[in-house]
């Protein structure tokens, strides 16, 4: 089982969140909006290959 | 081959707490993280349901039920774990419209997989009733 991805995603979650806080601090809004939006593209990017694996396992399990 | 019930268990509470954690500050990753949590327990569930499947087609099939009917059967759980996965993380990530339309677009697919039995049904009933 790969909990591993759930660490990581918390990992990213959280290093965003502090970068986030640091740049707003810094008084850099339009740059901590776009680390936001970057670690959700990868973090999306890793999920969804886990979606595509799921769909893949129901759809030879279920004949769908 | 048992299901891993100690690696569901260890995903679903390390999940609930980061995402815990990240509902305060971010909280689109709580449901990125909750949908992964997700998707790895359904894996992990169908890898142990998989045989109980084999061993329940294999009853149906000596029970003289039909290939098709439990394709048909099969099928509808299929469809019926795809949407309540989807509706679930729809529902965590507090969009409850878009979670209900999945569940309808499920009841939809199941509706149209089971058509052909209805149509069966009726067909047999009305040849009783002709006797």
């Known amino acids: ?52 694996v799921l769909f893949r396992t129901i759809k030879s399990t279920f004949g769908l | ?39 790895l327990i359904v894996l992990e569930i169908l890898q142990a349901v998989l045989p109980a499947l084999r061993e329940i087609s294999g009853l149906l099939s000596s ?10 059967l099969l099928r509808a759980l299929g469809v019926v774990f795809l949407t309540q996965f989807a509706a679930d993380a729809c529902r965590d990530a507090e969009e409850t419209a878009l979670a209900s339309k999945v569940e309808l677009a499920g009841r939809v697919g199941i509706l149209v997989l089971a058509l052909p039995l209805f149509a069966r049904v009726a067909s047999i009933a009305s040849a009783l009733v002709k006797k």
Request: hydrophobic share 60%; proline share 0%.
């Open chain 2, 63 to 72: 029970a003289g039920v039909g290939g098709e009917y439990s394709g048909i």
């Open chain 2, 1 to 39: 081959m048992s299901i891993h019930l100690a690696g569901v268990i260890g995903a679903a509470l390390t999940a609930a707490v980061f995402a815990a954690l990240l509902r305060r500050t971010n909280s689109e990753y709580a449901v990125v993280l909750r949908t992964a949590a997700g998707v």
């Open chain 1, 1 to 52: 089982m790969n909990v591993d991805l759930i660490f990581k995603i918390a990992a990213i979650g959280i290093i965003v969140a502090v970068l986030n806080q640091l740049l707003i601090r810094s008084g850099r809004e339009e740059q901590a909006m776009m680390t936001t939006l970057a670690g959700l593209i990868v973090v999306l990017m890793m999920i969804i290959q886990q979606i595509d």
